[in-house]
């Protein structure tokens, strides 16, 4: 294989639409339910609006770990994605519905999200891995320009959701968001020859990494290489899903901006980076060729380049943020540290998630890849967990600057357990 196969762009597109819904959704989560009734929002402090966005992140991402083992003993993988395609559409439409009439449909809507994206989420990235050939160069590229497709729709979705929500309320953002999860199920429904075609063969051969290779590495080294990568990587997201929580209110409260840039807006610096950094990834690591780092090296270098995000925000604290209150009438500071935290956390995910994506399809044993590109979201799941659990207990109690020094601490940490390990993780993969 030579180039990309064309079912890769049909994913992509699936997934852009997907993405699209979800990042609408979730740029303005945190700040529907804090607002007040009337405003048209839930009407929550900050502990509930936090408890709730924990227990949203922790479920939305821990669902996947059965969508995938759903797909591999029953479903199968498009089966999976269709019907998950439908619950994630139902739940942005459900939160449509006015908070005036009554909380039910607010908790069937976060339901029907939360299991859509467990069926949808770890088999679209399964199908990716199966689109290329056990030892093809070309798969970490292929993640990369698969979540150039993630990042298109992220880019898009906070400043559909600023527009809409300010002038047609929050449920308006909300039925856009349902629109954009129909028209990914379109895409993957209408185009499905593009990508049926090449995974026929892959399933009907080496679906994972080959009955030799798993004697050789042994079940026992491949578990052992994804329990590191999946504490590495909740510890990553424990601090990039700040984004939908901590960084959303510190635009809020400690951000000087002009009147027309609404907090959620400083959402889509993070995608427009990645949409930018994914191409030049792609073209960076093929064009390295025997030099290219290996995944495990890779993913390491995106921890140190989230350590160096953190540091950002401390250093924005001790600039003046450690003195802003709720309602922004405390100190401001400069909107370019929040633009640089976005650029460097940007920087760090495009090292970290699509080549954590990449390495869970080279690993996993036969017929577990869903299971196992599962766990990865899982892991995703624990660290959405730990981002609202440390924003509803620390972020109004103690100094933003320790907020996220913890945040450092914890991410170099398990960097510097990487550091020691990665080349444990590297035979795991070959």
């Given amino acids: 294989m030579t180039r990309h196969p064309a079912g890769l762009y049909v994913l992509f597109f699936t997934e852009m639409w997907e993405r699209f819904g979800f990042y609408t959704m979730t740029a303005i989560f945190t700040l529907y339910m804090?607002?007040?009734?009337?405003?048209?929002?839930?009407?929550?402090?900050?502990?509930?609006?936090?408890f709730f966005y924990a227990i949203f992140m922790g479920l939305v991402y821990f669902t996947p770990l059965l969508g995938g083992l759903a797909a591999d003993l029953l479903l199968g993988e498009r089966v999976a994605i269709s019907i998950g395609a439908l619950f994630l559409g139902a739940g942005y439409f459900l939160l449509a519905v006015p908070p005036e009439h009554g909380m039910l449909f607010f908790y069937l809507a976060l339901a029907g999200i939360v299991i859509g994206n467990g069926l949808f989420k770890p088999n679209i990235s399964t199908m990716v891995g199966k689109l290329y050939p056990e030892d093809s160069p070309l798969r970490d590229a292929g993640f990369n320009i698969f979540y150039t497709g993630i990042n298109l729709g992220a880019v898009a979705a906070p400043l559909a959701a600023s527009f809409l929500r300010t002038r047609w309320r929050w449920q308006a953002a909300f039925g856009a968001a349902g629109v954009g999860m129909l028209?990914?199920?379109v895409v993957f429904t209408v185009f499905r020859r593009h990508y049926a075609a090449a995974?026929?063969?892959?399933?009907?051969?080496?679906?994972?990494?080959?009955?030799?290779?798993?004697?050789?590495?042994?079940?026992?080294g491949r578990v052992a290489a994804l329990a590191i990568l999946y504490l590495v990587?909740?510890?990553?997201?424990?601090?990039?899903?700040?984004?939908?929580?901590?960084?959303?209110?510190?635009?809020k409260d400690c951000t000087a901006r002009p009147g027309w840039?609404?907090?959620?807006?400083?959402?889509?610096?993070?995608p427009t980076c990645i949409v930018i950094l994914s191409s030049v990834a792609a073209w960076f690591w093929r064009r390295m060729g025997e030099r290219e780092p290996a995944t495990p090296d890779k993913i390491l270098l995106g921890l140190f380049a989230a350590i160096a995000t953190a540091s950002i925000m401390i250093a924005a604290s001790f600039m003046g943020g450690d003195g802003c209150v709720a309602g922004g009438k405390g100190v401001l500071v400069s909107l370019g540290w929040l633009v640089a935290t976005y650029v460097m956390v940007s920087l760090a995910e495009i090292l970290v998630s699509p080549m954590g994506l990449s390495y869970c399809t080279k690993v996993?044993?036969?017929?577990?890849?869903g299971l196992v590109m599962g766990g990865w979201f899982a892991s995703l799941a624990a660290g959405g967990y730990l981002s609202g659990f440390m924003g509803s207990h620390l972020w109004e109690s103690v100094a933003h600057s320790t907020y996220f020094g913890i945040l450092t601490a914890g991410v170099a940490a398990?960097?510097?357990?990487?550091?020691?390990?990665?080349?444990?993780l590297k035979r795991a993969a070959r």
């Fill in 261 to 270: 840039l609404t907090e959620e807006m400083f959402q889509a610096v993070n």
């Fill in 364 to 369: 996993a044993p036969r017929q577990l890849g």
């Fill in 34 to 50: 804090k607002a007040p009734a009337a405003e048209h929002g839930l009407g929550m402090d900050t502990a509930r609006s936090g």
């Fill in 199 to 220: 995974l026929a063969p892959r399933e009907a051969g080496a679906g994972g990494p080959s009955a030799a290779g798993d004697d050789a590495v042994g079940f026992g």
């Fill in 183 to 185: 028209l990914s199920l």
């Fill in 414 to 424: 398990v960097a510097v357990l990487l550091l020691v390990v990665r080349n444990i």
């Fill in 233 to 251: 990587s909740t510890m990553f997201w424990a601090l990039f899903f700040q984004n939908g929580f901590a960084l959303t209110l510190w635009a």
